[in-house]
């Protein structure tokens, strides 16, 4: 087929840099004012201190078929003491859902619970420290789509995709419940670490544009290994109907429900890491610094992130099982069934 009309590429250059022209103009200005502040640092103090570590991460895969789509789930922890074996833990798990839209989002809260199961299986093994991936704030609500924050005090759910994600949040709710509780009441550090997160908390708290993110002013102001003070990050920029919605179902006070946020630099040349904590924990902060300036990879990460990570990756083998297994189980109970929502996607056989 003739085209009969194309672009010339050196149009399409033309466009990019001027692109690139406005990004520079807008950051400009909001660069200029984020150099102006001053962002106290506390220097690490070298606090070289070996504990008993538990760390988890989770993986998934989601394979879509005609009519409907199965998850499979994958969760990788372990525990770290010195000088004794690593004790690893693997779990797997898999969900067939009708479920349209909001699908990756239920996706994502599939592999939570698998990892909220792996971190209470840890807790049995008495560890020092927690640390799990990811923000501690953000597990809270975990994006919720409008559709089931609108059906959360529904007593009776009509319409099944919607019921799937609420029952699940609602698990979802009630295992970080647990863990929550259980780190309190024992008395472990419990963490969660990210390394490319985009909130705004540091831009918030000095009443800079809300365009650069954190990393971003980081980035530009933390020139040196140290760590930022500890400022508030609690769940209350949520819409009040979760709000409301987690008040009344969650088993846990308000206070166990506010967290502290903090940014790392481990290495002069390494990006922030954000680490999230309970405010309940903050008298322990000089020991949550020994901890990240013990387990760093000496690149500006932790080294037991790296660990869980390589374990929790979900393997294609077991996607593959996984499916194949459902799809034979439904195949010799019901032929008819299988046509009608095992088909693959028509683009999966272009």
Not at 22 to 49: C, D, H, M, R, T
Not at 83 to 92: A, E, F, G, L, V
Not at 213 to 219: G, P
Not at 254 to 280: A, E, H, N, Q
Request: proline share 3%.
């Amino acid at each position: 087929m003739a085209i009969t009309y194309e672009e010339n590429e050196f149009d399409f250059i033309i466009k990019a840099r001027k692109q690139a022209q406005k990004l520079v103009e807008n950051y400009q200005k909001y660069l200029e004012n984020a150099i102006k502040i001053k962002i106290p640092f506390i220097e690490l103090e070298n606090n070289i201190k070996y504990r008993k570590i538990a760390a988890l991460d989770g993986g998934e895969r989601l394979k879509n078929l005609i009519a409907s789509s199965i998850i499979v789930v994958r969760g990788g922890g372990g525990i770290f003491e010195i000088d004794k074996k690593i004790k690893k833990y693997i779990m797997h798990d898999l969900f067939v859902t009708s479920m349209v839209k909001d699908l990756e989002r239920f996706s994502h809260l599939i592999r939570d619970i698998m990892e909220f199961k792996i971190a209470l299986k840890l807790l049995e093994e008495d560890p020092e420290v927690l640390i799990m991936d990811g923000s501690l704030v953000g597990y809270i609500t975990r994006g919720l789509p409008n559709e089931v924050v609108g059906r959360l005090n529904d007593k009776k759910i009509t319409h099944m995709p919607t019921k799937e994600y609420v029952n699940k949040y609602k698990e979802y709710l009630r295992l970080y419940d647990r863990i929550l509780k259980k780190c309190e009441d024992n008395d472990i550090i419990l963490l969660g670490v990210s390394k490319d997160s985009r909130v705004r908390y540091l831009v918030k708290s000095y009443k800079l544009n809300s365009a650069l993110t954190d990393y971003a002013l980081l980035k530009l102001k933390m020139n040196k290994p140290g760590v930022t003070r500890p400022i508030d990050a609690k769940y209350k920029y949520v819409r009040r109907t979760i709000s409301d919605f987690i008040a009344t179902h969650n088993l846990l006070e308000d206070r166990l429900r506010s967290f502290k946020v903090c940014y790392f630099k481990l290495k002069k040349t390494s990006i922030p890491i954000r680490v999230d904590f309970p405010v309940w924990q903050l008298n322990h902060f000089k020991e949550i610094m020994s901890i990240m300036e013990t387990y760093h990879d000496k690149k500006g990460f932790l080294l037991t992130a790296h660990l869980v990570h390589n374990w929790a990756v979900m393997r294609e083998y077991i996607v593959n099982s996984s499916v194949n297994t459902i799809k034979e189980e439904v195949l010799k109970l019901n032929p008819a069934i299988y046509d009608s929502i095992f088909s693959p996607q028509r683009r999966e056989n272009v």
